[in-house]
């Protein structure tokens, strides 16, 4: 092979006598028609028929974790069985990384304030930031009945169930719907941030487990996971699982507004994520105007 490759040198630069362009090239097609007639046999049989020698470039095999470094586990997310097993994980205290409608999320069940807890040293989250709940759809709370105001029961309607978080008012009505044991954990003092996510396979999950409390899946300070894998890059030597689905619906989290004060005529957008203020605020006048209050 090597003597071929000179002599195509030589070739290109014009100095190969006649005669011994024509062997070269002979040659040459042999060994061409004896690789193609190799492989075409070898693959056609699935065995090595015609001796081909060690293969010059390989595929390399992907680098498999250490054993018992990670014991994060990794279901698709269109198996009913993969929502089983992460609803499984988080009722046993696990934390797991979830889509949601908008990016990635952390979740551990609300039965399990130690798993909350745990999300903050996994996201190194300071500790001042407090952790919103996600439920499934907004009828869960409404057969609690908690003591909020016809404005702010319109309100929600029109904002729910999609990527906006309202704060509202904390109360004895978070024990009912099983936010009991985590009661100090999520939220504020007074606050609760609630999440009511777009999504199929994040509302499948909630109606499984009850309450979660969630946060976006990434360390604290850094950007927002938009596919699963960045999840698993960053963070799964600390989760039990992943819940792989792919690239997320939007690429900022949900839009933060504080209804706290919406009797008074006044929401504050806290941030904003993938709804724009504008969109909320229309959406206020409508919640408003609906009610026929001015
Ligand atoms: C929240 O309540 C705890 C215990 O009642 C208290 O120690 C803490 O200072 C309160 N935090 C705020 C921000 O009011
Ligand atoms: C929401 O707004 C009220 C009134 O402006 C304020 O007291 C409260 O701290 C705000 N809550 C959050 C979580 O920012």
């Not at 907004?138 to 978080?165: E, T």
């Not at 954990?185 to 499984?208: C, E, F, K, Q, Y």
């Not at 792989?244 to 507004?257: A, H, K, M, Q, R």
Request: glycine share 6%.
């Amino acid at each position: 092979m090597e003597v071929v490759i000179v002599c195509f040198l030589l070739f290109t630069l014009e100095r190969l006598p006649l005669p011994l362009e024509i062997a070269v090239l002979s040659v040459f097609s042999i060994l061409c028609l004896y690789g193609f007639l190799a492989s075409f046999a070898n693959s056609l049989f699935n065995k090595e028929l015609i001796l081909m020698g060690p293969a010059i470039f390989k595929k390399e095999e992907p680098k498999k974790m250490e054993e018992g470094v990670s014991s994060c586990i990794l279901p698709q997310s269109h198996r009913t069985s993969s929502l089983r097993t992460i609803a499984n994980m988080l009722d046993n205290g696990g934390v797991c990384g979830i889509p949601t409608d908008t990016v990635y999320a952390l979740a551990a069940s609300c039965k399990h304030p130690e798993a909350i807890n745990r999300i903050y040293s996994i996201k190194e989250r300071p500790s001042e930031k407090p952790i919103c709940i996600c439920i499934s759809n907004l009828d869960q709370l409404r057969v609690i009945n908690p003591p909020f105001s016809p404005l702010l029961w319109n309100f929600m309607d029109l904002v729910y169930p999609g990527g906006i978080s309202c704060i509202v008012q904390k109360g004895e009505w978070l024990k009912k719907l099983g936010v009991g044991p985590a009661y100090e954990t999520v939220g504020t003092n007074d606050s609760i941030m609630i999440r009511v996510p777009d999504h199929t396979v994040t509302a499948h999950l909630t109606d499984m487990t009850g309450p979660l409390a969630i946060t976006s899946a990434n360390p604290s300070g850094e950007s927002d996971s938009t596919h699963h894998d960045m999840v698993i890059t960053r963070l799964s030597d600390k989760l039990d699982a992943v819940l792989c689905d792919g690239y997320s619906n939007e690429l900022v989290g949900s839009t933060v507004v504080n209804c706290t004060k919406i009797n008074e005529g006044i929401i504050k957008i806290l941030r904003e994520g993938c709804v724009p203020t504008t969109k909320i605020m229309q959406l206020f006048e409508r919640a408003k105007n609906t009610l026929g209050v001015l």
